[in-house]
């Protein structure tokens, strides 16, 4: 079992649509939590962090993250064509640097 | 000027030569980090430091050395380059917070190709 498990995709929503993107993890002693959105050919880049159980929204983002049950979720309100890209999670799993999930990658269809 | 840059940008070398990569950041930070990155594979974590005197290796260092030369620069070294080392190279910073691992800042990638 991998530590961090994400869904590859594409997932493929309308524009104007909710995108729901999900990540699993393995170790019960993780802490933070963090979301990175990667385009194609460029490197990671912060959408969202949360560490404690529950929500927490940014804008059109949304973090959920439910410990019991090992998992961190985003959403994303308003799907935009320019959200298209990769989403990558990322949690510490108490090895002093983050574990990240293999990325999930979004299609916002125009 | 960006916060974490990456020297080369990209870069095509041969089977069994050496190559650096460097990375210099002017965030400040005390941790760096070197991942590699792979279609399909997400981030793997080379070696990480701490400070200059706190590297350790992540989950995939066979292959890889680093140095850290000073609190902003961290380079990591392919002794004999083989074409599985072909993949996008990160070099990453994040700050000391306490135990819980903060957000890591991406410098803009090495591409490395070894034919």
């Keep these: ?110 | 000027d960006a916060d974490v840059t990456q020297t080369p940008r990209n870069r095509i070398t041969k089977t069994g030569k050496r190559i650096m990569l460097e990375c210099s950041q002017t965030k400040g930070h005390d941790r760096m980090y070197w991942y590699r990155q792979d279609p399909g594979l997400g981030l793997r974590l080379i070696y990480y430091s701490f400070d200059v005197k706190d590297i350790n290796k992540g989950e995939i260092s066979d292959g890889y050395s680093v140095s850290r030369q000073a609190q902003a620069k961290f380079s990591l070294s392919l002794e004999s380059a083989i074409p599985n080392q072909t993949a996008l190279y990160f070099c990453a910073t994040s700050d000391q917070t306490g135990k819980v691992t903060d957000t890591q800042y991406f410098g803009p990638g090495t591409r490395l190709t070894v034919l």
């Design chain 1, 1 to 110: 079992q991998k530590e961090v498990e994400q869904n590859s995709g594409p997932l493929s929503v309308p524009e104007g649509a909710i995108a729901s993107l999900n990540c699993t993890y393995s170790d019960r002693g993780s802490q933070s939590f963090f979301w990175y959105r990667q385009y194609s050919g460029k490197s990671p880049e912060l959408i969202m962090s949360i560490y404690s159980n529950g929500d927490k929204e940014d804008g059109r983002f949304t973090a959920q993250l439910n410990k019991a049950s090992q998992y961190v979720s985003l959403l994303i309100r308003d799907s935009q064509p320019s959200d298209s890209a990769t989403y990558l999670c990322a949690v510490d799993t108490g090895r002093r640097a983050l574990t990240f999930g293999s990325g999930t990658r979004l299609q916002v269809q125009p």
